[in-house]
């Protein structure tokens, strides 16, 4: 059984809003595959992980925030240096992220 | 609460009952969400042409267990990219075969569950092929190995470990391996024991090019003496078919570490998804 999807399941049916977060595509070098997915309930859990930990704090942000609006989005995230991105990863590799908030 | 689409998601991965998530990530209506099984789906991603193609594409990456991003036009045309799609396969576990009841069978059971994989271990005799020595494997079968393997599911993500080195058992059923689509198949030996392996194998009408897809002596040269060493050894080689890479040291390499080695031009996710796409769109014409 995937433990992100048994959580999200048992948020939901206790009646908690719930954001799932997907990594849907990696460049270069990345540290979790497509697929690989981060959950967080409306009252501040979290289930899972999206990378080696470098853009997580953001993604918390985003899934809070897509809970919140309902908004999806698909977020990208690259290397640290680089100022177009304002989260990291240190391992030189850019990860694209679904956030979406589940209410299907 | 409207949780249909999750809560058949969490069953279907309760039962190991493969299924598809289809998500839209880039495209007109964002979020739209399809699940699919080999008999049925529920959901939409926009449109019932749209739903159509999604479900076509998402079977075929099913059947092959692959996860990765698909493109279509407005209306699931092939080749437009206006709607692109997340597609995760969630199949049920790739099956590891394990012939050989031996001490090097309980490590290589150990390390392909610590894979992932659903490991069944098979050998004539009852007195080896016992749950004492395989704790960790999810079936042991006693039969003749080859006789077991004719009947046994097989499919491309399917790993075959002969370990019997004894050719009254081996050589049958490396016969009845290459009668299967298996994705790797490894037998264990010697030099000495894979040259008669191999005549033998030979003289039963076995061509060259099938003797290609044996890898024998089993497992990457990395000096491995102890059972745990071999499965080690073992285990890695079986990664590397799945992904194309050659197996040596990433301190004598440049380039990204996930990424394909320099001379593949796609990553494995992307040649999947291409494949899935490609597959579905063979299925339709």
């Avoid at chain 1, 899972?48 to 989005?73: H, N, T």
């Avoid at chain 2, 059971?109 to 894979?115: N, P, S, T, V």
């Avoid at chain 2, 006693?142 to 077991?148: I, S």
């Avoid at chain 2, 009254?168 to 298996?182: E, G, I, M, Q």
Wanted: aromatic share 6%; hydrophobic share 40%.
């Amino acid at each position: 059984m995937n433990p992100v999807v048994e959580k999200v399941a048992e948020w939901r049916y206790a009646e908690k809003k719930v954001a799932l977060a997907t990594v849907v595509k990696v460049e270069r070098s990345g540290p979790l595959g497509p697929g690989t997915s981060m959950a967080v309930s409306e009252d501040g859990q979290v289930a899972g992980s999206v990378s080696g930990g470098c853009v997580e704090p953001a993604v918390y942000e985003e899934a809070m925030d897509a809970i919140e609006s309902g908004k999806p989005r698909l977020l990208t995230y690259g290397i640290s240096d680089d100022e177009a991105f304002g989260v990291g990863l240190t391992c030189g590799g850019i990860i694209h992220i679904f956030v979406e908030r589940v209410d299907w | 609460m409207v949780v249909s689409i999750l809560a058949r998601w969490h069953e279907a991965l309760a039962t190991q009952s493969p299924v598809a998530i289809a998500t839209l990530v880039e495209g007109p209506r964002l979020g739209g969400k399809m699940l699919v099984t080999p008999e049925e789906h529920t959901g939409t991603v926009g449109n019932e042409d749209l739903d159509r193609a999604v479900v076509e594409a998402a079977r075929g990456m099913l059947e092959g267990g692959r996860t990765g991003m698909t493109h279509f036009g407005p209306r699931g045309q092939r080749r437009m990219e206006d709607v692109t799609v997340f597609i995760q396969s969630f199949a049920p576990p790739p099956r590891m075969y394990v012939f050989g009841a031996i001490d090097f069978a309980s490590a290589v059971a150990r390390i392909g569950k610590f894979m992932g994989y659903r490991v069944i271990v098979c050998d004539a005799r009852a007195v080896f092929a016992t749950r004492d020595r395989f704790p960790s494997a999810d079936e042991i079968v006693v039969a003749w190995p080859d006789e077991f393997l004719k009947t046994a599911p097989v499919d491309g993500r399917t790993v075959i470990c002969v370990l019997t080195h004894d050719p009254k058992f081996d050589v049958p059923v490396l016969k009845a391996a290459l009668a299967t689509p298996a994705g790797y198949i490894g037998a264990m030996g010697s030099r000495r024991t894979h040259n008669n392996r191999t005549a033998r194998l030979l003289e039963e009408g076995v061509t060259d090019e099938e003797l290609e897809r044996i890898s024998s002596p089993i497992g990457l040269d990395i000096g491995s003496r102890t059972p745990e060493e071999t499965a080690v050894a073992i285990a890695a080689e079986i990664i590397t078919f799945r992904t194309g890479h050659s197996g040596g040291r990433l301190a004598e390499r440049s380039g990204p570490i996930h990424a394909p080695e320099p001379d593949t031009a796609t990553s494995p996710d992307a040649r999947d998804a291409e494949r899935g796409a490609a597959e579905a769109a063979a299925r339709e014409r």
